[in-house]
Structure formats: C-alpha cells, structure tokens
C-alpha cells in the first residue's frame, strides 16, 4: 500500500513540476521583443551627441559600453515601421532581437504594438514609440 501511495505522490509531483517548467520554456518565448537601436558608444557624453533630434530616446549602460535605443517592439514588422520612419530623417538603425524579462512591461508593449499595427501617419507611429521608450525607462531601466 505504501508503495503504491508513494508512486502516486511522485506522478503527481512530478506532473506539476513538468507543467512549471513547461510554463517557464513558453514565457521566454512569449518576451522575445526587438530593439531599435541607434549605435554603441564609449561613453554616455558621445553617447548623447549622436542622439537624433527626432523622438524619445533610452541610453543603457552594460559592460563599460553606452547603447543608444529608438524604438522597441514585440514584433518585427513594427520595429521597421518605426525604423523606417528614422530612415525617412536619415538615421539609419539596426534591429536587434532581444529577451525582456519584465511582465508588466511586456504587457504593455504588447497593448502599444496593437496600435502600432494600426498607425499609418509619421506622428502616430512616432508618438506611440515615445510613450513605449518613455515605458520601458521607467519599467525596465529604472528598477
């Protein structure tokens, strides 16, 4: 009897364990996001000078280097909506795929690509993009 209770317990607990981890594969997948990003610099000062007068901007710091980004999306064909609106203006940025892993944050975004997919005008796209960036600073890079 105490076999058979024990081989239950282990079925049952290592269900559940598969289905947190099974969980956890699909919520990496589900931050995937992508980054508009303008360059990298070697210091914050030359950093700010080759930030574009046009739109909102995020400046992060990793490993002694200054990333300068424009935009961020969770789907790609926004990010160049945005990208070439800046190429409009001749800046010319690159997009890089990225992992976010803040929930409330991806959320967000998630609710600002919906209308992006839906922005056709120059200062739609560019007024959605600035509330994003202006959300991730204060979600992401602020904590």
Known sequence: MGVVIAIVLGLVGGNILYKQYEKAQNINVDYNSYLLQLGIYD?????????????????????????????????????KKVANVFLDEDIDVAIKKTVIDNVEFMSNLEQYDVLLDNANSKEDIMSINEVILSSYEEMVLDN
């Open 43 to 79: 210091s914050y000062e030359e950093a700010l000078k080759k930030v574009p007068k046009i739109g909102n901007y995020a400046i992060v710091e990793s490993d002694n280097k200054y990333y300068v980004y424009l935009g961020i999306s969770t789907k790609k064909d926004n990010a």
